[in-house]
């Protein structure tokens, strides 16, 4: 059934009606099962992304990345970004040093309790993952989709 036009918006709908509000709120019940796996670790949502970003740039990637790299890796702003490692510095989960190429750049590595951690959440994000979107069955194409647009 559809629903009446409603005053005040362009298309007559209601937010229920919205692709946009669907997502915001689907994004919402996501990040909250992610800050719940996460939480028994001692890392929040993006210390996470930062750690393992970083962790697979130098362990799977073989790569030396710099603050930056990770930052783009990650799709997060660099400047939220340094402030992060700097965080998951003070934890002993990863070190910050002089770039040799560029003193004004930071090259990161991993700390032996920084991976052991990072493999441990990131299994704990890949199960919250599986969890979350086993509803979505054939449907997460939509995702696949989606993917697409990130710039």
Known sequence: ?????VAGTSRGRGPGD??????????????RLMAASLRP??????????LASTWWLTAVAGEAPTQRRVADHAGTDPMMTSQVLRTLEQK?????AASPGDSRA??????RPGALLARRAIA???????????????RRSVLETLR????
């Open 92 to 96: 002993g989960l990863v070190v910050r």
């Open 148 to 151: 697409g647009l990130d710039g």
């Open 124 to 138: 704990a994000v890949e199960a919250a993952d599986d969890e979350f979107f086993a509803a979505a069955g054939d």
């Open 1 to 5: 059934m559809t629903q009446p036009a």
């Open 18 to 31: 919205s692709p946009g509000f669907l997502l915001w709120r689907v994004t919402l019940r996501w990040q």
């Open 106 to 111: 930071r090259q990161l590595g991993v700390t």
């Open 41 to 50: 670790l001692g890392l929040t949502h993006v210390q996470f992304v930062l």
